[in-house]
């Protein structure tokens, strides 16, 4: 719990630093924005002051320049307002008569105003434009910009939109600006200009951060993720080995305590006279023996398998014959339990390459639980039938089967239907782990299908053999 709320309060921590800097590159672009809307204005002060000057003819003249390379040094930044003023002061300064003159004439044509004039005479809109685009690509704008020049009485002077629509978000754009704001007789023209995809530009550039924060962020969240699952798997270790743990010191405890008693029975002289009491007592010490020999034996198979240390002597066999041979050893067993077993077999191809003994024991393993699992007296059907490439074993019993929550789970190691306080059912939940493993190493396949009080059928398929 305090890891999970010191992350989530470190997630949080961690999407409000961002969106505190993303808010701020958003004010930074802004005020760069701004930057270029005002340096636009001042750009085409300039322009118009110089276009009109070089109307009179006599801008060259006095600053020993063509047109050409007056207007392409505007277009690159030069500040030729102040050249002129430079140059005035120049020829002023040096008091030439003809300079004099051309100078006065100059300034008087400067200063003209044409109250009738076009205003597209005064500035044009592909110099707007010009000037509008050039003054964001200076400064490093990889992004599309709309602008619209609207009049005083909110007509549309000059546009790069056509869509109404859109020309309607240029207008209410925040980015806006007087286009002559030094005009003695005020014409009221003001341009607007529309960035688009502002938050998009703004991630862009901004990514390795994010990119960088969300990848650590997403790293925690997956170990932190890893470390719940593997403390969960973990507790759930823990109680399937105290569980493995209580069932086989009860395992174990039954038939060490029957063979107590049965030598302290057999160590006493008056019973140990009697013939048919002693032939009982040592039958009972043989089958506990025997009893305690599989239940070591079922650990040490389970251990070899998980330890993938098995290996497997592989021969060509006859999986009927395995079959046959398996009931004929669990016969005594099948008998006392007053069980019954039909044989279906029905494939054709029944040549299979696999380990003889371990498949007795994967049958064995099946039959037993059929037999333990019983409701009442014991009815088992094995069947076999060809498949493509290969051969399936059905064995279904009548016994209390299981339920869809459990069926999943069951080949899993040390795992066992919960019973509740019952433990007439003996095993260590290692049975069917061991059967799954040594059918897997057959590059076979198991699976149960099975519902509560109608009986369970496991399905095994094998490969058939190859041909030689």
């Not at 921590?13 to 340096?39: G, M, P």
């Not at 088992?380 to 009548?398: A, F, P, R, Y």
């Not at 198991?446 to 059928?457: A, F, H, P």
Request: charge should be neutral.
């Amino acid at each position: 719990m305090l890891t999970t709320i010191a992350l989530t309060g470190l997630t949080a921590f961690q999407a409000y630093w961002i969106n505190s800097a993303v808010q701020q590159r958003k004010i930074q672009f802004d005020e760069k924005v701004q930057l270029c809307v005002h340096e636009i204005v001042e750009r085409i002060e300039k322009f118009e002051t110089i276009k009109k000057a070089e109307r009179t003819g006599k801008l060259a003249n006095i600053l020993g320049q063509s047109s050409t390379d007056i207007f392409t040094n505007l277009s690159q930044d030069i500040y030729l307002q102040d050249s002129i003023v430079k140059e005035i002061n120049k020829h002023l300064r040096l008091g030439i008569e003809k300079d004099e003159n051309n100078m006065k004439e100059f300034m008087k044509d400067l200063l003209s105003i044409d109250f009738f004039a076009n205003f597209e005479d005064r500035l044009a809109k592909e110099d707007l434009e010009n000037i509008i685009f050039q003054t964001f690509t200076k400064n490093n704008f990889e992004t599309s910009i709309d602008y619209a020049l609207i009049g005083s009485k909110g007509e549309v002077v000059y546009t790069n939109t056509q869509d109404s629509t859109h020309l309607k978000q240029v207008e209410s754009s925040s980015y806006s600006i007087n286009l002559f704001p030094d005009d003695f007789f005020d014409a009221e023209l003001r341009l607007y200009i529309l960035i688009a995809n502002q938050t998009k530009y703004v991630l862009k550039s901004m990514w390795v951060m994010l990119l960088l924060s969300f990848l650590f962020l997403v790293i925690i969240i997956t170990i932190f993720y890893y470390n719940i699952k593997v403390i969960y798997k973990q507790k759930k270790l823990s109680i399937i080995k105290n569980d493995f743990i209580n069932n086989m010191t009860h395992e174990l405890k039954t038939p060490i305590s029957t063979i107590s008693l049965a030598c302290e029975a057999l160590s006493d002289k008056d019973l140990a006279n009697n013939t048919k009491n002693r032939v009982r007592f040592i039958q009972t010490i043989k089958e506990e023996n025997l009893r305690l020999g599989n239940l070591v034996e079922n650990v040490l198979q389970s251990a070899t398998v998980e330890r993938d240390s098995l290996a497997l002597k592989i021969e060509l066999i006859n999986l009927h014959d395995i079959i046959e041979k398996t009931v004929k050893n669990n016969k005594l067993q099948i008998t006392d339990k007053n069980g019954v077993v039909e044989l279906n077999l029905m494939a054709g191809n029944t040549l299979i390459e696999g380990d003889k003994i371990h498949l007795i024991n994967v049958f064995s393993n099946l039959i037993d639980n059929a037999l333990k699992y019983a409701s009442n007296s014991p009815k088992i059907k094995i069947s076999t039938e060809d498949v493509i490439n290969g051969i399936v074993i059905k064995i279904k019993d009548n016994g209390i089967g299981i339920s869809k929550d459990h069926q999943d789970k069951i080949f899993d190691k040390l795992y066992r239907v919960p019973t509740g306080d019952r433990h007439d059912v003996k095993g260590f939940g290692l049975g069917l782990s061991y059967v799954k493993s040594i059918i897997e190493k057959h590059n076979g396949k198991i699976k149960v299908e099975s519902q509560l009080l109608s009986g369970s059928t496991f399905i095994i398929q094998l490969e058939a053999a190859k041909e030689y």
